[in-house]
Nanobody
């Protein structure tokens, strides 16, 4: 059974950076697409970014384009989300998720997060102004 664990969240000032990690255990993620999602207080969960199993298909939602970068390290069975130029509106709990069907598109991020079968517990990111 695949298990995911996020880390790297914390408190950062406006314009700062954080790198989130999504470490997998119990199975290799080589065949899964991995997505990052976030949920702010009082708001619905929203997709942020995804990367296909090969790493060649990558998508971001408009609000993070140019600021966030997703990558994966197959040897470490880990996916990263580098977040730069952070804004207060990026404050949320960030989750990673794995999809064995390897879906990764902006449409899936926005409308079909249910495609992702495995979810981590989340890591809090707080951006102060």
């Amino acid at each position: 059974q695949l298990q995911l664990a996020e880390s790297g969240g914390g408190l950062v000032q406006l314009g700062g950076s954080l790198r989130l990690s999504c470490a997998a255990s119990g199975d290799t993620t080589d065949y899964y697409s991995i997505g990052w999602f976030r949920q702010a207080p009082g708001k619905e969960r929203e997709g942020v970014s995804c990367i296909s199993n090969s790493g060649t298909n990558i998508h971001y939602v408009d609000s993070v384009k140019g600021r966030f970068t997703i990558s994966r390290d197959y040897a470490k069975n880990t996916v990263y989300l580098q977040m730069n130029s952070l804004k207060p509106e990026d404050t949320a709990v960030y989750y990673c998720a794995a999809d064995p069907s390897n879906y990764c598109s902006e449409y899936v991020l926005i409308y079909e997060s249910y495609q992702y079968d495995y979810w981590g517990q989340g890591t809090q990111v707080t951006v102060s102004s």
